[in-house]
């Protein structure tokens, strides 16, 4: 059993979040931050509204995503910063340009500060998993320690979205299969140089030397390649995760398809505690 996942806990206060040397904007500062950006944004994009528009919904899927991460970890201070960048959001379709420019500002400013505060949150250590983009981020402190493609659960065999924890480590390690031979989602024992687990069913970021590298990325989840489960990471990025990341950072598998935060919150699969409930999963 985890002991808890979310940074979100009583030991992590909604201003340590946030940072503990950084102030929280008055609203005043907030709006004229806006107000300032949607000046510059209205001059760039003049003539170009549908620019200025598609630019805005670019932001506010980066923002939903990273607010989606912060939901996850029980980060109560993002809520405030979600339910404005929504606000804005909604200005995005306005037949007025002016309109258009302040929706668009506000998604920026709003989606710059949950980005932020993530950075700042708990110990500084993260590691967050886009099903939809297929890609790992590490994150020591503000500072990215890996970016990567990976490859992810086939659609049968999903890996298990919510906030999960490392839970140790090993290497080399053999996979072996939970199922028995003859079933379908059976394998033969299969090496690998290094594993860290997340989960304790059967779920951890390991090599594949089996999957060329050029493989891995988006789409490759429903691919020849795609995982029972686990995360296959490059050679290389899982040398340097396994030497840097302690026992106990939170691993977030989050949908990453830019819905709202209630929609991608809505497909998690595991527990208050970061167990999962949808059963076992293998290599």
Known sequence: MLAGVGLGSSAVTAAGATGANHRVPTPSAEAAAINADAARLASQYRGNRQGLQEAGRAEI????????V??????????RLSAALEQHGAMLDSVHDRQVALGVAGVRYFASR???????????????????AQELIAYDRGRVIVDTPVTTGRPALPTDIGAMRVLSKDAPWTMKSPWPRGSAEWYPDTPVQMV???????????????QPEATMGPGSQTGRYAS???????????RI?????????????????????????AQQSVDALGNPTSGVRGD
């Open 241 to 265: 995760l396994f030497t840097w990341v302690p026992i106990g950072t939170p691993v977030v598998v989050y949908p990453g398809d830019g819905s709202p935060v209630a929609d991608q919150v």
């Open 61 to 68: 899927r980066t923002g939903r995503n990273e607010a989606t």
């Open 228 to 238: 029972h489960g686990c995360i296959h990471v490059p050679l290389a990025a899982v």
């Open 114 to 132: 949950i980005h932020s505060g993530l950075l700042r949150a708990g110990s500084g250590r993260l590691i967050t998993v886009s099903l939809q």
């Open 70 to 79: 912060a939901e996850f970890l029980r980060l109560g201070w993002a809520r």
């Open 196 to 210: 860290v687990w997340f989960t304790n069913n059967g779920e951890g970021l390991h090599d594949a030397s089996w």
